[in-house]
Structure formats: structure tokens, C-alpha cells
């Protein structure tokens, strides 16, 4: 499965931006989905994931009631649209597909990865 991650860019604080990971194969359907983040000098951090078909979304408590999360109906194409961004935001976004059906913010549970997007909130 390859992933290709886009909309990433430069965004003041309190602007909006939405993420989209579009998978090259239909198999990516049928496995949870999660963007991941990872800011200069600190690990990459869960930030969200989407179960088959769209069920068992959830989130990083810093993101929650800010950023969402969906998938088409195809399930090949994920989006992640963020809201109310702050510069901690600033980081690159990584999506992943999951070996399970089941969402997760296990970063093992994922095998497959994107190339990142770097999404960058000034103050």
C-alpha cells in the first residue's frame, strides 16, 4: 500500500487546514487509518485514527473538539481536518494504515506510511 499525504501548508494561528492520505490499493479499506505528528527534536505523537468504514474515530485529547477525522465512502481517501490550529500544531503529519480493522494509537499497530506533510501554525 502506498500512501500519499497532501494539504499541508502555512497557517496562522486560529486558521483552519485539511489533510487528505489517499491510498494506492482498495485493501486499505478495510484497515483503520491514523495521522500521526512529529515536531523538530520530540517523537512522533498519535494525533488520530478512523476504524474500516469510517467507525471507531478517536482522538489525542489536544486535538479533540478541534480536529476531525473521516474517510470516503471508498475508504481509500482519509481527511483530517483541522480547526482553530495553534502554532503547537506546527509539526509533519504523517498518515498510516493499520494491520487491523480496528482504529488504534498504537504506532506499531501501523505498517504502512506516508511520506509527511508539514503543516506549519504561526502565532
Known amino acids: 500500500v502506498q500512501l500519499q499525504a497532501s494539504g499541508g501548508g502555512l497557517v496562522q494561528a486560529g486558521g483552519s487546514l485539511r489533510l487528505s492520505c489517499a491510498a494506492s490499493r482498495r485493501t486499505a479499506s478495510n484497515n483503520a487509518v491514523a495521522w500521526f505528528r512529529q515536531a523538530p527534536g520530540k517523537e512522533r505523537e498519535f494525533v488520530s485514527a478512523i476504524g474500516w468504514r469510517g467507525g471507531s474515530s478517536f482522538y489525542n485529547d489536544s486535538v479533540k473538539d478541534r480536529f476531525t477525522i473521516s474517510r470516503d465512502v471508498a475508504g481509500n481517501t482519509v481527511y483530517l481536518q483541522m480547526n482553530s490550529l495553534k502554532p503547537e500544531d506546527t509539526a509533519v503529519y504523517y498518515c498510516?494504515?493499520?494491520?487491523?480493522?480496528?482504529?488504534?494509537?498504537?504506532?506499531?499497530?501501523?505498517?504502512?506510511w506516508g511520506q509527511g506533510t508539514q503543516v506549519t501554525v504561526s502565532s
Open positions: 498510516a494504515v493499520s494491520r487491523f480493522s480496528r482504529s488504534s494509537s498504537r504506532l506499531e499497530d501501523y505498517l504502512y
